[in-house]
């Protein structure tokens, strides 16, 4: 099985342009989070969603946006890239809504 | 808005020690969650705890949830290097929209 399949793992962005980051889960989850990470920080939920075509901000949502087609996948776009957007990026699904409880191996990206 | 501190940041043991990671709240809380991540890998959920004065154990692991819902911890018993890692406590009000993590405690364990 392979739970949570993020791509890409890597990639480095010029400021302003845009990007769309693919995320899938073979497990039938209703829930679905995009998280980042910064270096010694915890996890902050930029959006999550509920179910198909159905999507939530979270903590961080400026200058990223969502959607949700097809239950089994989760995009995030980066409509202009800014510096402040460099992270790791966490796609997670959930059978519930307490929480993730699946990740993704995750998604390194730079902005320049 | 809702504050989840860990602490240590750091912590180094020989292996075979104990230890110990504190998570506290600004805010009552109605379930904690801990994760574990190791060095380059993205996070594992390790457990959810929901009651008042909750105790519940993983073989070396013991997880605990304050009486007043507002602190937790986790204990690892004779520490492993298959440990290592930072593991993170999360707290929530409520659903994952109100899921607050801490910023993580990273454990190395000396062979």
């Known amino acids: 099985n392979a739970g949570v399949t993020q791509t890409p793992k890597f990639r480095v962005l010029k400021t302003g342009q845009s990007m769309t980051l693919l995320c899938a889960q073979d497990?039938?989850?209703?829930?679905m989070y995009w998280y980042r990470q910064d270096p010694g920080m915890g996890l902050r939920l930029i959006h999550y969603s509920v179910g198909e075509g159905t999507t939530a901000k979270g903590e961080v949502p400026d200058g990223y946006n969502v959607s949700r087609l097809k239950k089994q996948n989760f995009l995030l776009g980066l409509e202009s890239a800014a510096p402040s957007q460099t992270s790791v990026y966490f796609c997670a699904s959930s059978y519930d809504l307490w929480g993730p409880r699946h990740f993704g191996d995750g998604t390194r990206l730079s902005i320049l | 808005g809702q504050q989840v501190m860990q602490i240590p940041q750091y912590q180094h043991v020989q292996e075979g020690e104990d230890f110990t990671t504190y998570c506290n709240s600004s805010t009552t809380l109605s379930n904690i969650q801990w994760y574990k991540q190791r060095p380059g890998g993205h996070p594992v959920f390790l457990i959810q705890l929901v009651k008042s004065g909750e105790v519940k154990k993983q073989k070396r692991l013991t997880f605990q949830f304050g009486e007043a819902k507002k602190n937790s911890s986790l204990h690892i018993t004779a520490t492993q290097t298959t440990d290592v890692g930072t593991y993170f406590c999360?707290?929530?009000?409520?659903?994952?929209?109100?899921?607050?993590f801490g910023s993580g405690t990273q454990l190395t364990v000396l062979p």
């Open positions: 999360a707290g929530s009000l409520g659903s994952a929209r109100q899921l607050t």
């Open positions: 497990m039938n989850h209703e829930y």
